[in-house]
């Protein structure tokens, strides 16, 4: 189980965002050499990337580059990114496998050259046109490395030719097949039904959260600090829901000891899908304490 509920995104050129990134609670940090560095900067962005890694993990979060898409650049910034204390690489703009499986090759030789063991480094994948929805199928079993995949919402609105509404409603598509396919390869579904732009508005970025989450995708990414604690939030259960999942599991595998696969609860029927959900909603929260507590530990 993949639990990667909030995911901050900064420029690793602009050094009082990367000095207090570590602090920010955030299960994962992008440094990001695409969208947010400007063409001109992206050379000496690079040259930063190496020794800003172990600086924004001391918090105990993962740490991601979001690479550019253009060949021009991609090469280069692999090379700036792919080392041992690196958790992964996020690729935008995916649009075919054979993009996916490029980029895997260049990151294989990068670990052999560099000591890496064979698959560490992971992939995140952002699509972001409709191209690259419907070759998502594809796209998702393209490398054994894709732990993530997610729908950018800013470049698909453009792409589509909408404006982002207030309810993501122009997403509801997008998302729910993103949700479908990633479930099907094992892959976590991530991302928002709304816009990750306005950050000062925080209940409207919790709501574009749980309707994502309601559709069944596991974590989102940010561009703001105090927006990280509404993701944690939202992609965590709620302690009721973990009480009452508790006394599912134990009231359903008492029936089972008595002879019986269906069992009652507050009222409601008990039976095995429903003692499933319940078991993962307890996996999920273990998982979440786990997470908490290393990042608890680096900080201590």
Excluded at 4 to 17: A, D, E, G, W
């Amino acid at each position: 189980m993949l639990i990667r509920r909030s995911t901050l995104i900064l420029p690793v050129n602009v050094p009082r965002f990367v000095e207090k990134a570590h602090l920010r609670g955030a299960d994962a940090i992008m440094l990001d050499l695409e969208d947010a560095v400007p063409p001109r900067e992206k050379a000496s962005a690079r040259r930063l990337i190496r020794e800003t890694i172990p600086l924004v993990s001391r918090g105990g979060a993962e740490v991601f580059v979001r690479v550019n898409h253009e060949p021009a650049h991609l090469t280069e910034d692999l090379h700036a990114s792919v080392h041992p204390d690196l958790d992964g690489i996020c690729f935008p703009k995916t649009e075919s496998a054979r993009e996916v499986e490029h980029l895997e090759a260049q990151i294989a030789d990068l670990e052999r050259s560099r000591g890496i063991a064979p698959g560490r480094i992971e992939l995140s994948l952002l699509v972001e046109s409709p191209r690259g929805l419907l070759n998502l199928e594809t796209i998702a079993g393209a490398s054994r490395r894709i732990r993530s995949l997610s729908l950018g919402p800013e470049d698909y609105c453009l792409a589509i030719g909408v404006e982002p509404s207030a309810d993501g409603a122009e997403l509801h598509y997008a998302v729910s097949q993103t949700v479908t396919v990633c479930k099907a390869a094992g892959i976590a579904p991530m991302g928002l039904l709304g816009s990750i732009a306005g950050f000062r508005d925080l209940s409207a970025f919790g709501r574009a959260a749980a309707r994502a989450r309601d559709l069944g995708c596991v974590g989102a990414s940010c561009i703001h600090p105090d927006q990280v604690a509404v993701l944690n939030r939202i992609f965590s259960p709620p302690p009721e829901k973990i009480d009452h999942a508790r006394r599912v599991v134990g009231a359903f595998e008492d029936g089972l000891r008595s002879g019986t696969a269906s069992v009652q609860v507050d009222g409601a029927m008990v039976d095995t899908p429903v003692y499933r959900r319940a078991q993962h909603i307890l996996g999920q929260a273990s998982a979440i304490a786990d997470i908490e507590a290393r990042k608890a530990a680096a900080l201590a």
